[in-house]
Each structure stands twice: as C-alpha cells, then as structure tokens.
C-alpha cells in the first residue's frame, strides 16, 4: 500500500496536553522554529532506509446500546524505498500475523480502522512543501514525555482546504524538541470527514514519536496512533490504536555460488 499526502480513514484522538509553561523569552520565531523541524523532516523522508517492525492495532466499533465490538491486529509492517518517475518513495505494505490472537488466512485489515500513510503525513504537515497549507500560532509550552515541547498550532485557510496539493487536515497542533527539534507528538481534528462512503462526522488522529535507531542514525518514528471517528448521527463510533515496536532495517541479502568442480553437469537440452 503505497503512502500519499492523503492518507485513508485513521484517526487518532487527541490527548489532554494542559499548557503550564509559559513560552520563554528570546524563543526562536515561528518560521525559526519551523525551518530547524524542517532540516529533519527533510532529512527523514531522504534517508531513512527500508525498515519493517512490529505493528498491533486495537479496533474498536461502538454501537448502540452499548454494544462494543474490538478487533485485535497483530502484522509485520514494512516500509520499502522505492523509486518512481524519477522520485523516491516511502510504500507501505503489512503482512498480518494474527487476528484476535488466532493465525491470519489472508484477511486484510478493513473498514474503519483502515490507514496509510502514518509515517510520511504525519512530518508532511510541517514540511516545506505543505506549512504554507496553513496558519500556525506559538501556544503555551506542554511537557511530552518528560519533555518541555514546543507547541504550535495549525490551521487551514478556507482557501487553502480548496487547494488540491494541501493536505486536507483543517487543524491541529505539533510538539516539538527544543533541543533537536524533532517532532515529539502531530494532532490533526477534521469536522467533517467521510469516515465511510456517505457517513460523514468528526475525526481526530494523534501520531506520538520515539527515537528508533536504524543502520547507526537516529530517526524518530511513530511508537502509537490513536484515533477517534463519530459520525453526525452518533448512531456508531470507531476508534483504534496502533503500536509500533522492534523496529529493524529492511535488508536483502545475496550470493553469488560459483562452479567449483564438483557440481553436476548441466542436464542435456
């Protein structure tokens, strides 16, 4: 399943982040603060090799009278570096291990706890090419993670939700490392999402990053995902969380066997 800046139905909800620290004085600006994110997202999307790692995902769908129905996803996820018309490309593809603890038969993970694109959307939102998507304001500093993160928050224009090359994610907030400026954590809220064909209702989504080392750098990658769809009716919600886990980089080893003497001869044509 190839990533895109539009990513299928995932949503993640947003935590309870109470913003207790005042922004300090002398803080880098805006546009600062984003251009130094920006040199590690860019990074991130050039270089990070091919990887797989440990995916488990907790889908829940929520119905009337309390009716409560939760699958349970255990799969190998993989990104592989692909190059297409003359660009690279981040594509994703899992292969599903278990289902609610019993052995696949070559189910697909479907519905509302479909998503793609989790690890390049997320970094999308401040990257280059997509902050002029939107219009971003400093906030109080909140602590992720034992860390005091810069936050800011985002916003689509109505011109901007009319551009086809923007992200339609209308808007949000970022957490940032002050010291390394990477992403720590991505909130994205979407009022009125079609979260299925023709169901249309609020979706939030929430990506928080850890630091993963592959082939001796350090790259900072999705450790969970959580999100939350309410359609206008009420009538059914879903939600799901995604853990990642025991990453590795995706290898492919060969050799090459040479004719030393003692193999049999070639069968006759």
């Not at 004085?25 to 797989?52: C, D, H, K, M």
């Not at 400093?138 to 992200?167: F, N, Q, W």
């Not at 490392?177 to 979260?195: C, G, M, N, S, Y």
């Not at 025991?246 to 290898?251: C, F, V």
Request: proline fraction near 7%.
């Amino acid at each position: 399943m190839r990533s895109s800046c539009l990513p299928g139905v995932f949503v993640l909800s947003a935590l309870s982040l109470t913003p207790s620290f005042a922004q300090q004085p002398g803080a880098l600006s805006i546009s600062e603060t984003l251009t130094r994110l920006q040199e590690n997202v860019s990074s991130y999307l050039s270089s990070v090799p091919s990887f797989f790692c440990d995916e488990r995902v907790s889908s829940n769908l929520f119905q009337p009278n309390d009716v409560k129905i939760t699958t349970v996803t255990d799969s190998v996820f993989r990104i592989r570096r692909a190059s297409e018309d003359n660009a690279t490309q981040l594509v994703e593809s899992r292969e599903i291990k278990s289902i609610n603890h019993k052995p696949a038969k070559g189910e697909n993970i479907t519905g509302p706890a479909v998503f793609r694109g989790a690890f390049t959307n997320g970094v999308l939102i401040v990257s280059s090419a997509f902050a002029p998507c939107y219009e971003f304001q400093r906030e109080d500093d909140a602590k992720v993670e034992g860390i005091h993160a810069i936050v800011l928050s985002y916003k689509a224009t109505s011109e901007t939700l009319m551009e086809r090359s923007c992200p339609k994610f209308h808007e949000g907030r970022v957490f940032i490392d002050p010291q390394r400026f990477h992403l720590l954590r991505v909130e994205a809220r979407v009022p009125d999402h079609e979260i299925t064909p023709g169901v249309f209702g609020l979706w939030k989504w929430s990506i928080d990053y850890a630091p993963v080392v592959l082939d001796g750098r350090t790259f900072w990658m999705p450790k969970t995902i959580e999100s939350q769809a309410v359609p206008r009716d009420r009538h059914a919600a879903w939600s799901f969380v995604a853990k990642y886990s025991n990453y590795h980089k995706l290898e492919v080893n060969s050799r090459i066997i040479t004719d030393v003497g003692n193999n049999p001869p070639p069968p006759p044509q």
